[in-house]
């Protein structure tokens, strides 16, 4: 097999070239969620981001309160 | 004559009827009986010695609970024919897809270091060392999958699954008083009053009941196992047979612990079953040894349902009916999680209660994606068609994944800040 450049650096860079392609290809594909986006749906994934968010708030919480 | 004749026929009828369902019963007994992983069993261990017999009616009520959320499973992976993973991936995008498909990597590899964990503390019980332990039990588990059958794997599995039962026999050992466990077990009640104890406990068996890796194994189970529309009903009443069992698993655990550790201060099953040990050899032989089926069943299933959703993602070929030349990856993703997950528990000096703890804060972030997710694919008429939810099945569904979603939450927080309630 033929890389970029020589070595363990050339065979990782081939590496994660082809990880980020597959990466893309697997974006691309799913590109366009297929479900009917109904009212319902809609709020469904904003409810699960605002949930989201408040968990990720809520751990950089107990971080910040580790580390003091 | 006629009496005889009929009786016959009711027995041909049965026969026929148990016949069909041991061949296609599998996914649902499997999954739901692996719900007593090494976690959950510790839970109901100590929920035992805490409460007694009290919180039964509590863990009766999660039987629907557990059946409702699986049951739609089979459904969504019989007329879909793909994994959970791959399903989200589809019906949502790339953004809940890559959210969905690396919390549950990550919560998957911490719930198999658990499981690790409950299984070398099983078998030092019985001065195994856990080095021992960690390599026949990867052993036996790669070996399990490597013979190119899902049919054969599934099979095995059952063995594990059913071996589960053995603190049924544990019950009638410690001779229970069945007016006692009848009186406070069935009636509703709140031992000590509502605190914040107490509210860690229920949530803790709730936790138990219902987790992320469920949802996605038992889907990507039915597709390897190749069932279609014409099987849903077998399917589902495989998980209304397993949830009975996982209940009654669950019930025969606390009535042991209950009748002999009642009161005492237990922190783990492995615990219970050295001082069960010392009160009689045999029940706490058969305490340990089914810890240590608890954590092989749920490794097992683990395990695959993220090598599943590897091969799901990436397109790699996944199922258990083909050989290692032909799904190299399937089987590379289920021995990396088996050897690193293993390796952990080895660490001299790992943090294992840190990341036990760990597992249900990072479960709490999927859980109610992995729930939601599943009531929208339910309800996508175009996919789903004469299959979808109906009105009660969404109202029973929403009701049951609105609770867990609220209680799993609190209990996540009240890990993160212990405290936090009451």
Known sequence: MQYPGQGVRGWLHAVLRGWFARIHGINQKYATPRIHMSPGVRFALLFLRLYLVFLVLLLAYKFWTLVR | ?422
């Open chain 2, 1 to 422: 004559m006629d009496i005889a004749a009929n009786l016959f026929y009711r027995y041909r009828r049965f026969v026929k009827v148990l016949r069909i369902y041991l061949l296609l019963a599998g996914p649902g007994l499997i999954v739901m009986l692996a719900d007593n992983d090494a976690g959950g069993i510790t839970t109901y261990t100590v929920t035992g010695a805490k409460y007694g017999y009290n919180l039964i009616w509590f863990l009766l009520l999660l039987l629907p609970v557990a059946y409702v959320v699986q049951e739609m499973t089979v459904r969504l992976g019989a007329v879909t024919k793909r994994g959970h993973a791959e399903a989200i991936f589809d019906a949502f995008g790339p953004f809940w897809g890559w959210f969905s498909f690396l919390d549950l990597a990550l919560v998957n590899w911490l719930t198999l270091i658990t499981e690790f964990i409950g299984m070398t503390a099983a078998m030092s019980i019985f001065d195994i060392p856990p080095f021992l332990t960690v390599i026949v039990v990867s052993v036996v588990m790669m070996l399990m999958v490597l013979q190119g059958r899902y049919w054969t794997w599934e099979k095995i599995a059952i063995f594990f699954a059913v071996l589960n039962l053995i603190y049924i026999p544990a019950a009638f050992l410690v001779h229970p008083s069945v007016g006692e466990v009848l009186a406070h077990g069935l009636v509703p009640n709140l031992p000590g009053g509502f605190n914040g104890t107490l509210f860690f406990f229920l949530m803790a068996n709730i936790g138990t009941t219902i987790a992320p890796w469920m949802i996605f194994f038992q889907q990507s189970a039915v597709v390897d196992k190749g069932m279609k529309e014409k099987d849903i009903p077998w399917g589902q009443m495989d998980t209304l047979i397993g949830s009975a069992f996982t209940v009654i698993v669950a019930v025969f655990l606390v009535v042991v612990t209950g009748t002999v550790l009642y009161g005492m201060n237990i922190e783990s099953a492995a615990q219970a079953a050295l001082m069960l040990r010392e009160i009689d050899p045999w029940l706490g032989t058969l305490i340990a040894i089914g810890l240590f089926d608890a954590g092989f069943l749920g490794a097992i299933c683990i395990s695959l349902a993220s090598s599943w959703a590897f091969g799901e993602v990436f397109g790699w070929a996944h199922s258990l009916n083909l050989r290692i030349r032909e799904a190299p990856w399937f089987y590379a993703c289920y021995l990396l999680a088996l050897v690193t997950a293993g390796g952990v528990v080895l660490i001299p000096g790992a943090p294992l209660i840190l990341i036990t703890l760990f597992v249900q804060v990072i479960a709490v972030t999927l859980l109610p994606a992995a729930l939601v997710f599943l009531i929208l694919l339910l309800n996508n008429e175009e996919v789903m068609r004469e299959y979808r939810n109906t009105f009660l099945q969404n109202v029973a569904g929403i009701a049951i994944v609105g609770a867990i979603i609220v209680l799993s939450t609190l209990y996540g927080i009240s890990t993160l800040f212990p405290g936090f309630i009451g």
